[in-house]
């Protein structure tokens, strides 16, 4: 017999299954496992493990390590269900991370002892890139991972625990008794009017100008704004339809086009003042792809190298029409920054300055989140709460006028 259940008490059963004789000593082996519930879901997991050991995909938690299983799970789980930016960093955190200092164990003896015992650590020590600090004006070699960074590591862990009791590889989650750090708030850098208008004026004639520009006046992501066409404009009604965005593919190296992050399209109006911009600007791209064509034809006739001239619809280009790519936007926008004396702000604070902009004008902020792609309300009212307390003030004087 390979297997067979045994009632213990109402609600609950072991399965036993045979796992063949040992071949040292000859001693048939069994493999006893609990399962709450009723006969059916006991005969449910029989059948289902007895298949996974005719098909040898079965893992014996009894010798199964956290590093087998981690990436087991990855690519089993993680492969087929998350986004390639996602997929990248959790190979990083189980890698660099979990695999060096928890893969030894067993996961059927992992304990929140141990989880605990790794958090403490990496807020110490689980630095891997050998980042510099600044300590009495001398660089020194920084060890730590912030708050924020471990606790994307439990949640990743705790993710990869969460299948293994619903594969039943373990009965508990121990992870679940764990108490993670807390979310280090970060201090988010944002431009005021005047500062805008110089970043505006200083990137005019550069190929960051539309981007800088579309990302003041709609919030969009960096890469929403670069994936953006011509077809998502509308000039009759002075609207942008955010439908995709840029993705970075590090494995090909190469970029392709993906949903949104919130897989849903929204729409942004925007003012009239940028629309302006934009329609002036598609005029000049049109002009700029002829005179790349007459500069190759050119560089032709002397036997030189030439750059093709690529005909699509995004609005984000080179003369010649290739995308203008993310790693461009974001270190060239850094340099620009700099030349500014803007340092500190990043391409990615352009967002977050069109939200303060707009709060501080009184919009109300559920408009501003669906402005800006937010789903979760809490967590855009947490991001901003720095411009609430200002806003606070305001209606109290209204409510004050009124009386």
């Known amino acids: 017999m390979r297997g067979h259940i ?94 060096p200092y928890l893969g030894k164990h067993l996961i059927g003896k992992l304990q929140p002892l141990h989880i605990q015992e790794y958090y ?23 060890t730590t991972l ?82 953006l066409q011509w077809k998502d404009i509308d000039f009759n009604t002075d609207t942008i339809m955010v439908r995709q965005a840029l993705e970075w593919m590090s494995a090909t190296k190469e970029h392709r086009i993906k949903r949104t992050k919130s897989e849903k399209n929204r729409r942004v109006d925007v003012a009239r003042v940028a629309m302006a911009e934009l329609e002036s600007w598609k005029k000049e791209q049109k002009q700029l792809r002829v005179v790349a064509e007459k500069e190759n034809k050119k560089r032709q006739k002397e036997g030189k190298s030439i750059k093709p001239v690529e005909i699509n619809d995004y609005v984000c280009t ?25 340092g500190g702000v990043t391409f990615h604070g352009l967002r977050h300055t069109h939200a303060t902009l707009m709060l501080q004008l009184n919009i109300h902020p559920k408009i501003v989140a669906e402005r800006l792609g937010h789903a979760d309300m809490k967590m855009f009212m947490e991001v901003y709460s720095h411009v609430m307390p ?9 409510w004050d006028d009124l009386f």
């Open 318 to 342: 080179w003369p010649n029409g290739h995308l203008v790519s993310l790693d461009y936007c974001t270190k060239e926008f850094i340099r620009l920054a700099r030349r500014c004396r803007l």
């Open 120 to 142: 403490s650590w990496a807020l110490k020590n689980g630095r891997i890139d050998n980042k510099a600090k600044v300590e009495d004006d001398e660089k020194v070699p920084d």
């Open 6 to 99: 045994v009632e213990r008490y109402p609600g609950s059963f072991s399965v036993v299954i045979y796992l063949g004789r040992d071949p040292d000593t000859d001693i048939p082996k069994y493999k006893w496992y609990t399962v709450k519930g009723d006969r059916s879901d006991a005969e449910k997991f029989l059948t289902k493990t007895l298949h996974q050991l005719d098909t040898n995909t079965y893992a014996d938690p009894g010798k199964l390590t956290m590093a087998e299983y981690l990436r087991r799970w990855y690519r089993d789980y993680c492969e087929l269900n998350l986004a390639h930016s996602s997929l990248v960093r959790t190979k990083s955190i189980i890698e660099n991370h979990l695999i």
């Open 146 to 227: 912030s708050p924020t960074t471990v606790l994307y590591h439990h949640r990743v862990l705790h993710e990869a625990l969460k299948h293994a009791v619903e594969w039943q590889i373990i009965i508990r989650n121990p992870a679940d008794a764990v108490r993670p750090p807390r979310k280090s708030k970060p201090q988010l850098v944002t431009l005021d009017k005047p500062e805008v208008d110089v970043l505006l004026s200083e990137a005019r004639g550069t190929e960051l100008y539309i981007p800088i520009l579309l990302a003041i006046h709609t919030g969009m992501r960096r890469g929403e704004i670069l994936a």
């Open 390 to 398: 200002s806003m606070q003030r305001e209606a109290a004087q209204k």
